[in-house]
């Protein structure tokens, strides 16, 4: 077991990350779940073997060193980091306030280049990977996610600076955009009308299913995407591949 791969998973206390975690541990690798919600990461990690919860805020740069160092000393090594913590904000463009800007910029931006920058000394070692989660909104822009959209925008275009700076390294950077999913954090910002907006747009006409999103970000990970960096892969539906756009 002392040869086994490890994942950093922000945000995996649910959701998504912690999809991609339980697919992480059937494939044999160890994982540390970072998140800033305590009662939620302890009990996810409770039942689970081999992960490692560790409670830090990816805004907070300080906080950040600790979980690399963390990790560091509990397993000796990193081999992916999946960036998937982010929170959601849906308002008008103009009634956004600053600090609500700042907010989503802070976790879903900031906190990707801050935890990529922290595990790049890490990942050198074990030539290893990086997957941010952006999301379809950062490919296409509809009302209500002016901060939203463009953190995710940016994320994108920042996952191709990182593979163009970090390959010499030997790691490789990916981006997963997700469509729908029926979390805690879409079903807070989902009014009625975006959710049958969202059908009526998705050519296979469903939500997607955390499970579904975590294994493309678990491929891109492994040695299977080996030539794979510096793409961002669209996991929704087919949403992307049409013109249908959302109110
Ligand atoms: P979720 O709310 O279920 O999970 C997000 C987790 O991130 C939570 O456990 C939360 O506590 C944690 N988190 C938030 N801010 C944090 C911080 N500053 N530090 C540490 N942890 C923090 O949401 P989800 O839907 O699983 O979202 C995961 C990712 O997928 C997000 O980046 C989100 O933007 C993206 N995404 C989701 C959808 C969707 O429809 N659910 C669609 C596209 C993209």
Redesign the pocket.
């Known amino acids: 077991m002392t040869d086994a791969k490890v994942a950093i998973v922000?945000?995996?206390?649910?959701?998504?990350?912690?999809?991609a975690t339980e697919i992480f541990l059937d494939q044999g690798w160890r994982v540390a779940v970072?998140?800033?919600?305590a009662e939620?990461?302890h009990r996810a990690c409770g039942p689970l073997e081999n992960v490692l919860p560790v409670e830090?805020?990816?805004?907070?740069p300080q906080?950040v060193d600790g979980v690399i160092r963390t990790v560091a000393a509990q397993w000796g090594r990193v081999d992916a980091l999946v960036?998937?913590?982010?929170?959601?904000l849906f308002s008008r463009a103009d009634r956004t306030s600053f600090e609500e800007w700042r907010e989503v910029m802070?976790?879903?931006l900031d906190?990707v280049f801050l935890c990529t920058q922290a595990a790049v000394p890490e990942l050198a070692k074990t030539r290893g990977a990086i997957v941010n989660?952006?999301?379809?909104?950062g490919l296409r822009a509809s009302t209500l996610r002016v901060a939203?959209g463009t953190s995710?925008a940016a994320v994108i275009h920042l996952t191709k600076q990182f593979a163009a700076e970090l390959g010499e390294r030997g790691i490789r950077v990916n981006c997963v955009?997700?469509?729908?999913?029926?979390?805690?954090?879409?079903m807070?910002v989902?009014a009625p009308e975006i959710i049958s907006a969202y059908y009526d747009a998705i050519p296979l006409n469903r939500?997607?299913e955390?499970r579904e999103?975590a294994e493309a970000i678990v491929f891109l990970c492994s040695d299977k995407a080996s030539f794979v960096s510096g793409q961002t892969l669209a996991v929704d539906g087919g949403f992307d591949a049409t013109g249908v756009g959302l109110p």
């Open positions: 922000t945000g995996g206390a649910r959701g998504i990350g912690l999809a970072v998140d800033r919600d939620e990461l830090a805020d990816i805004s907070d906080s960036n998937n913590a982010g929170v959601a802070a976790v879903n906190g989660i952006a999301s379809i909104s939203y995710k955009a997700p469509g729908p999913v029926k979390t805690k954090l879409a807070a989902h939500y997607g955390a999103i």
